[in-house]
Nanobody
Framework: QVQVVESGGGLVQAGGSLRLSCTAS????????MGWFRQAPGKEREFVAA????????SYADSVKGRFTISKGNVKNTVLLQMNALKTEDTAVYYC???????????????????????WGQGAQVTVSS
């Protein structure tokens, strides 16, 4: 079983910044494709950002482009989501999702659909106040 643990959520004023971190257990697989999704109250879960297991390619939702940055962390199987210029509409529970990588395939694209991920974290609350 793969454990996925998020951290870094919290309360911030509009215009501020937060950084989310997610780590997938390294004992199970060597590498993962990783992504972030969010769900606001009364809304469906939506894609936020994703990065390939190689770290060479990323994808972002239009609503966060230019404000959020996804990157690999220094710790193995860790992904970071730097969120700048936060807006009240960014308030949501943010979920990290991971999928074991096939290390023989390096020409991969970021996974942007929730169904493409096998394992999910418990979620981290991000609240942006006006």
């Amino acid at each position: 079983q793969v454990q996925v643990v998020e951290s870094g959520g919290g309360l911030v004023q509009a215009g501020g910044s937060l950084r989310l971190s997610c780590t997938a257990s390294a004992r199970s697989y060597s590498a993962y494709a990783m992504g972030w999704f969010r769900q606001a109250p009364g809304k469906e879960r939506e894609f936020v950002a994703a990065i390939t297991w190689t770290g060479s390619s990323t994808s972002y939702a239009d609503s966060v482009k230019g404000r959020f940055t996804i990157s690999k962390g220094n710790v193995k199987n860790t992904v970071l989501l730097q969120m700048n210029a936060l807006k009240t509409e960014d308030t949501a529970v943010y979920y990290c999702a991971v999928h074991p990588a096939d290390l023989t395939i390096t020409n991969v694209r970021p996974r942007v659909l929730g169904a493409e991920y096998a394992y999910w974290g418990q979620g981290a609350q991000v609240t942006v106040s006006s």
